[in-house]
């Protein structure tokens, strides 16, 4: 069963996120705050695929919901629900950890393709087969393909399933320039219909967890007017 977690203090949107999920195949757990959001994921012993987080929420606002709940996996999905004037809220929650965010209003279609394109990655990443030999070694770099791990000089790299797909590219793709849409089409998919920043905003993520000065980048490099690439 597909199982999603919505925290929304909004009955009236939260009803209406909930109705729509579940005519999607969802099951759906309601959390009215950020406080119960936490609590219902702990009582279920974190069986949840993907949450669904207000920012804007009582006791436990929606970013700090997600810092925790991606302190505690980085297999779930999490997308944020904001405002029009929330930009910033927005790029703070792909910095925290968010997979992707949805502007209210949205539609039914939306919100279900969303979550479904967020659902087929935590779906594909927990079924997939790999060989134990499958690990790409780049100078300091191993991604490991089986354990789905990014190690630097033999030190862990912690990564989201996002970071993990985008370093996967880059790593099949070596001094190869790659488009926001490229990137964005790869780890995102076909059916995504987003803005292409969320891709600026986890390389900025990405380069905080892999460079060793964040600002200067030796390895994840922006190439101007065309995207980015991994330099060996």
């Not at 759906?28 to 949450?51: H, M, P, R, S, W």
């Not at 292409?196 to 490099?221: F, Q, T, W």
């Amino acid at each position: 069963m597909k199982k999603v977690l919505i925290a929304e203090d909004e009955s009236a949107i939260r009803d209406f996120v909930v109705i729509n999920l579940k005519r999607g195949g969802y099951d759906v757990t309601e959390a009215v705050d950020g406080a119960d959001a936490l609590e219902k994921y702990n009582e279920c012993g974190g069986d949840i695929d993907v949450a669904v987080l207000d920012v804007m929420m009582p006791n436990v606002d929606g970013l700090e919901v997600c810092r925790q709940l991606r302190a505690k996996s980085n297999n779930i999905g999490i997308i944020m629900l904001t405002a029009k004037a929330q930009e910033m809220d927005k790029i703070t929650g792909l910095m925290v950890g968010a997979d992707d965010y949805i502007t209210k209003p949205f539609s039914p279609s939306e919100l279900v393709a969303r979550v479904d394109a967020i659902y087929r990655r935590v779906a594909m990443n927990n079924t997939r087969t790999v060989t134990p030999s499958d690990v790409i070694e780049m100078g300091e770099f191993a991604l490991n393909l089986r354990s789905r791990s990014l190690t630097k000089n033999g030190r862990f790299v912690e990564l989201t399933q996002v970071e993990f797909q985008m370093m996967e590219y880059f790593f099949a793709n070596p001094d190869v320039p790659l488009t926001r849409t490229d990137i964005l089409t790869k780890v995102w998919g076909n059916e995504y219909f987003g803005e292409e920043k969320i891709v600026d905003v986890n390389i900025r993520r990405l380069r905080m967890k892999v460079e060793d000065e964040p600002s200067v980048p030796r390895h994840l490099l922006t190439i101007w007017g065309v995207g980015y690439k991994w330099q060996v």
